[in-house]
């Protein structure tokens, strides 16, 4: 059985902060919970991860950034929620950077199961507009770049590649990785949309808005293969972002939910045909479908990839 990892403490909720960001603060629940109703998991079939440590962060990013972010207006720019500039420091801290540190310790555990399993899930993390020094786009610890740095320093794993399907660049990784020769990372992303500055990457696709389903998984089924063989990667790290559908207010991609469930059948196939192990990251999308979309599409990996029980 696939390992997921989720804790209920992913899930953000406060003082309905989601009235203020087209982001749902509970979607990570709401999978959980879809899993469990369509019976592919029970309860108790879920790996809870630990909080990512002081350690883990470090290991990433600096200390001064650390330290700003138990100041609400600093929070509040990144998470582009100017009102939690007015929320007490303890408030943001519990409320908002825990569940945020928990995912962020998904994403490691996501990232050691893999290597041992060949594939796992986080039911969250994908915070990729994070840097060493910055946050932004409401990402604020940059998961997938602090997961290689422990499994690269740790479990002997020579080369990482991020595949980034979000809709928006991961330039947060893409900076961090930039330092680092052992790590790469393919990215479709639009164009004309949040960053405003794009990061240098090693395989970027770069895309006008308007593409559709049938264009953009030929993209992927045209590029991915020669990043993947190109790379030769101990680990793949997929930002599974649902944020390419259609009706993303964020984003301009005309992706039907069916596309995005074959995009990450196609993703996990190509990598695992290779024998390459693979963790999935949810990251963006905020339709209110966003959670259902993901659910589908980890039904499909499931019922694909699954042992017998
Ligand atoms: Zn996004």
Not at 87 to 93: G, H, K, M, N
Not at 235 to 240: D, E, Q
Request: net charge neutral; aromatic share 10%.
């Amino acid at each position: 059985m696939i390992p997921i990892v989720y804790h209920p403490r992913y899930n953000i909720t406060a003082f309905g902060l989601e009235r203020y960001h087209p982001f749902d603060g509970r979607k990570y629940r709401r999978i959980h919970d879809a899993l469990i109703r369509h019976g592919l998991r029970r309860p108790g079939d879920f790996v809870r991860p630990r909080k990512a440590t002081r350690d883990d962060l470090r290991c990433v990013h600096s200390e001064d950034y650390l330290r700003s972010l138990r100041r609400p207006d600093v929070l509040g720019t990144i998470l582009e929620v100017p009102i939690i500039r007015r929320l007490p420091a303890w408030v943001v801290r519990w409320r908002i950077l825990r569940p945020m540190r928990y995912a962020t310790g998904g994403t490691i555990l996501a990232c050691r199961l893999a290597l041992k399993h060949g594939l796992a899930i986080n039911l969250g993390g994908g915070y990729h507009h994070a840097a060493s020094d910055r946050g932004g786009g409401f990402c604020v610890y940059s998961d997938a770049a602090i997961a290689a740095r422990r499994l690269h320093d740790e479990e002997n794993m020579t080369r990482v590649l991020v595949v980034d399907l979000d809709a928006h660049q991961g330039n947060g990784t893409a900076a961090v990785f930039r330092g680092w020769k052992w790590a790469f990372i393919y990215d479709l992303y639009e164009d004309g949309i949040f960053p405003a500055r794009k990061e240098p990457e090693d395989y970027p696709q770069p895309v006008g808005p308007g593409l559709t389903g049938p264009e953009y998984l030929d993209l992927v089924r045209e590029t991915l293969p020669d990043a993947l063989d190109a790379v030769q990667p101990d680990l793949v790290v997929y930002n599974a972002g649902s944020d390419p559908y259609g009706r993303d207010p964020l984003a301009h991609f005309r992706l039907t939910a069916g596309d995005l469930a074959e995009r990450d059948l196609l993703v996990v196939t190509e990598v695992r045909e290779r024998a390459i192990p693979l963790a999935m990251l949810l990251s963006g999308g905020y339709s209110a479908e966003s959670w259902r979309i993901h659910a589908d599409a980890i039904e499909g990996i499931l019922t694909r990839f699954d042992g017998p029980p």
